[in-house]
């Protein structure tokens, strides 16, 4: 069992369950195979498709030059052959996976015996798609010294503009057994290197240094670029193929990784083997790594809302509670006061309870709100008040233990919020009809908890405020994750989002209550905000919108500012604020000062949205 990155130990695949299983070429009974009389070469292992035409057997003597040495995590060595074949789908490099350290160096001339396996980065049912690789090696080295094969140039020249064949219909999807298609496919143009020894030249960074020691940079400048350096994901078919992500090969102790943020470049060469991974897929492991050239990227300061506008904003803060470290709360604090300019209303997601990830029971945050808005007002801002429901204990997910829950803070200096029978945590809001207006029957209250769709998920948080008069409706969301959805360099084209179909169903909830509020009072102001855990152009969006009844209001910024979040190199929205038919004139602002950052406070940038009601 081989570990694609120090993080995967644990989630990592037996080439023997993939081979029983029929998902890859070969039988188990393969690997009792006869070794091959005929020298094999690596393109041979490697063949013109994802998956070994070997997969399963015994090969001997397999020739190459060491190009890198993995002592890490995933230990092991790449080997590559410096005579190449005439086919460009075939790759000339393999890892040779050895599970202790291994005594070879660069440069070494080797032959190499043992078993040709396909080993799945995540497990089977990750959608991954796997990495060739000979296992349990017999290694004789040849000579030393010698010069590695010329490293093969990645750049915007050499990457198809396309992302990836069509899955095959008759194999569920996958593309595991098409032949590559290099000259056409980003993927298949990846996968034909797959460990062999490539290089980039000066490339800008699209993904922040990570706490993994990983960036990403793509190789593609011009590639939907975002206005302050990074690249936009705006559909399910802008994947950006200039993408790749960037890790060393020399040890953290020995060499620190380079802090880098969005809109840095990473000058000079980076050299090493391609490898696969299930955190981002295609990985250069840099032998020799280019140098970091800090950009001035700054975090950004929103505007300030005048005397009559109303500014309400989100803001996801990562599990805050009372036992993370106070610099945490002041750091927060500060971007409330300073980068969002102290919104009148603030709706956040991830607020744990008051002990954390301590799984006790404990479902009360009073002491995580007090601290925060404590924090808040040390910094120079308002003297927020809050609402909230406390969930069912182990309830709403997240992290186990952490209870998290949306709250509502509000400046009553500027806005007042209307109590009306507060909700508890299995009570369903209402709407009924005052005065000719809508109300909520519960102010805070809860949307239809009891409704299968937020099994395991946070339910939204619906409340009623006024201001200069008029009644505002604020729901706060937290959808459900995109945990288990499939990569985009899944095996999978296009990759299986099973997550989806939890959100549109969570969608379709807080769209029918919305729908009963505007049938109450057509001219309803409403604001539906939070971490929708899904993108403005998704199923997820167009059914919180169904009917008119929502718009989403990052969809006014120019496409080059539509984010709130970056994923392996991807600026993308997950973030949103969207409005009523009566909100028609406002200001959108995504406000970014985290996800572009190698040091954040969050890992989500706050939207805020002023108007006039």
Same mark, same amino acid.
């Given at each position: 069992?081989?570990?694609?990155?120090?993080?995967?130990?644990?989630?990592?695949?037996?080439?023997?369950?993939?081979?029983?299983?029929?998902?890859?070429?070969?039988?188990?009974?393969?690997?009792?195979?006869?070794?091959?009389?005929?020298?094999? @070469?690596?393109?041979?292992?490697?063949?013109?498709?994802?998956?070994?035409?070997?997969?399963?057997?015994?090969?001997?003597?397999?020739?190459?030059?060491?190009?890198?040495? @993995?002592?890490?995590? +995933?230990?092991?060595?790449?080997?590559?052959?410096?005579?190449?074949?005439? =086919?460009?789908?075939?790759?000339?490099?393999?890892?040779?996976?050895?599970?202790?350290?291994?005594?070879?160096?660069?440069?070494?001339? *080797?032959?190499?015996?043992?078993?040709?396996? #396909?080993?799945?980065?995540?497990?089977?049912?990750?959608?991954?798609?796997?990495?060739?690789?000979? +296992?349990?090696?017999?290694?004789?080295?040849?000579?030393?010294?010698?010069?590695?094969?010329?490293?093969?140039?990645?750049?915007?020249?050499?990457?198809?503009?396309?992302?990836?064949?069509?899955?095959?219909?008759?194999?569920?999807?996958?593309?595991?057994?098409? &032949?590559?298609?290099?000259? @056409?496919?980003?993927?298949?143009?990846?996968?034909?290197?797959?460990?062999?020894?490539?290089?980039?030249?000066?490339? @800008?960074?699209?993904?922040?240094?990570?706490?993994?020691?990983?960036?990403?940079?793509?190789?593609?400048?011009?590639?939907?670029?975002?206005?302050?350096?990074?690249?936009?994901?705006?559909?399910?078919?802008?994947?950006?193929?200039?993408?790749?992500?960037?890790?060393?090969?020399?040890?953290?102790?020995?060499?620190?990784?380079?802090?880098?943020?969005?809109?840095?470049?990473?000058?000079?060469?980076?050299?090493?083997?391609?490898?696969?991974?299930?955190?981002?897929?295609?990985?250069?492991?840099?032998?020799?790594?280019?140098?970091?050239?800090?950009?001035?990227?700054?975090?950004?300061?929103?505007?300030?809302?005048?005397?009559?506008?109303? %500014?309400?904003?989100?803001?996801?803060?990562? =599990?805050?509670?009372?036992?993370?470290?106070? #610099?945490?709360?002041?750091?927060?604090?500060?971007?409330?006061? #300073?980068?969002?300019?102290?919104?009148?209303?603030?709706?956040?997601?991830?607020?744990?309870?008051?002990?954390?990830?301590?799984?006790?029971?404990?479902?009360?945050?009073?002491?995580?709100?007090?601290?925060?808005?404590?924090?808040?007002?040390?910094?120079?801002?308002? %003297?927020?008040?809050?609402?909230?429901?406390?969930?069912?204990?182990?309830?709403?997910?997240?992290?186990?233990?952490?209870?998290?829950?949306?709250?509502?803070?509000?400046?009553?200096?500027?806005?007042?919020?209307?109590?009306?029978?507060?909700?508890?945590?299995?009570?369903?809001?209402?709407?009924?009809?005052?005065?000719?207006?809508?109300?909520?029957?519960?102010?805070?209250?809860?949307?239809?908890?009891?409704?299968?769709?937020?099994?395991?998920?946070?339910?939204?948080?619906?409340?009623?405020?006024?201001?200069?008069?008029?009644?505002?409706?604020?729901?706060?969301?937290?959808?459900?994750?995109?945990?288990?959805?499939?990569?985009?360099?899944?095996?999978?084209?296009?990759?299986?989002?099973?997550?989806?179909?939890?959100?549109?169903?969570?969608?379709?909830?807080?769209?029918?209550?919305?729908?009963?509020?505007? %049938?109450?009072?057509?001219?309803?102001? *409403?604001? *539906?905000?939070?971490?929708?855990?899904?993108?403005?152009?998704?199923?997820? &969006?167009?059914?919180?919108?169904?009917?008119?009844?929502?718009?989403?209001?990052?969809?006014?910024?120019?496409?080059?500012?539509?984010?709130?979040?970056?994923?392996?190199?991807?600026?993308?929205?997950?973030?949103?604020?969207? &409005?009523?038919?009566?909100?028609?004139?406002?200001?959108?602002?995504?406000?970014?000062?985290?996800?572009?950052?190698?040091?954040? =406070?969050?890992?989500?940038?706050?939207? *805020?949205?002023?108007?006039?009601?």
């Amino acid at each position: 069992m081989r570990s694609s990155h120090p993080r995967s130990a644990a989630v990592a695949a037996l080439v023997a369950t993939a081979l029983a299983t029929g998902l890859l070429a070969g039988s188990a009974d393969a690997a009792e195979g006869a070794v091959s009389a005929d020298p094999i @070469r690596i393109h041979d292992i490697q063949g013109t498709t994802r998956i070994s035409p070997l997969a399963g057997k015994q090969v001997a003597d397999v020739a190459g030059i060491v190009t890198g040495v @993995r002592t890490y995590g +995933s230990r092991g060595f790449w080997i590559q052959d410096p005579d190449a074949d005439d =086919n460009d789908a075939t790759s000339e490099g393999i890892f040779v996976f050895t599970s202790s350290v291994s005594t070879v160096a660069v440069g070494d001339a *080797v032959k190499v015996s043992g078993t040709v396996g #396909e080993y799945v980065p995540g497990g089977l049912t990750s959608g991954n798609q796997s990495v060739t690789q000979i +296992s349990k090696p017999t290694v004789t080295v040849v000579s030393s010294g010698n010069a590695l094969p010329q490293a093969v140039q990645i750049n915007e020249y050499s990457v198809p503009a396309e992302y990836a064949p069509a899955g095959d219909a008759a194999a569920a999807g996958s593309i595991n057994g098409l &032949t590559l298609e290099p000259s @056409r496919y980003a993927l298949d143009y990846y996968e034909s290197l797959e460990g062999m020894n490539v290089a980039i030249g000066t490339s @800008r960074v699209v993904g922040a240094t990570d706490p993994y020691a990983e960036l990403w940079v793509t190789v593609k400048g011009w590639e939907n670029a975002a206005k302050r350096g990074g690249t936009v994901y705006g559909s399910y078919e802008s994947q950006n193929t200039g993408r790749l992500q960037i890790q060393q090969l020399a040890p953290l102790a020995q060499q620190p990784f380079p802090v880098a943020n969005v809109g840095d470049r990473l000058t000079g060469t980076t050299e090493g083997p391609l490898d696969f991974n299930q955190f981002g897929g295609y990985t250069l492991v840099a032998r020799t790594l280019g140098t970091v050239k800090a950009g001035t990227l700054a975090p950004e300061k929103t505007k300030a809302q005048s005397a009559g506008e109303l %500014a309400v904003a989100t803001y996801n803060v990562e =599990n805050l509670d009372p036992t993370d470290p106070q #610099e945490k709360f002041d750091n927060l604090a500060k971007a409330v006061v #300073e980068n969002l300019a102290s919104p009148d209303i603030l709706a956040l997601e991830e607020i744990q309870d008051d002990n954390g990830a301590k799984n006790d029971g404990t479902v009360s945050a009073e002491q995580t709100l007090a601290k925060f808005t404590a924090a808040i007002s040390a910094a120079g801002g308002p %003297a927020y008040q809050w609402r909230s429901i406390n969930p069912e204990d182990k309830k709403d997910g997240g992290e186990p233990g952490g209870n998290i829950r949306q709250v509502f803070l509000f400046n009553p200096a500027r806005v007042s919020f209307t109590d009306r029978a507060a909700g508890d945590a299995t009570t369903a809001n209402g709407v009924v009809q005052e005065n000719g207006h809508a109300a909520l029957t519960h102010s805070p209250g809860r949307i239809d908890p009891a409704n299968p769709a937020w099994a395991d998920s946070r339910k939204p948080l619906a409340g009623e405020f006024v201001f200069r008069g008029r009644t505002v409706f604020v729901i706060a969301n937290h959808f459900g994750s995109k945990g288990g959805d499939e990569g985009l360099t899944s095996h999978h084209q296009p990759p299986v989002r099973k997550s989806e179909e939890k959100r549109l169903l969570q969608a379709q909830a807080v769209n029918g209550f919305v729908k009963e509020l505007l %049938a109450t009072e057509k001219n309803a102001n *409403v604001l *539906v905000l939070g971490d929708i855990n899904d993108f403005e152009f998704s199923a997820t &969006t167009q059914a919180l919108t169904d009917g008119g009844a929502l718009y989403p209001a990052i969809k006014s910024l120019p496409k080059a500012e539509r984010y709130s979040y970056v994923y392996q190199g991807n600026a993308q929205v997950l973030d949103q604020i969207l &409005t009523s038919p009566s909100i028609k004139n406002f200001s959108y602002d995504s406000v970014h000062i985290n996800a572009e950052f190698s040091v954040q =406070n969050s890992d989500h940038d706050p939207q *805020v949205l002023r108007f006039r009601p």
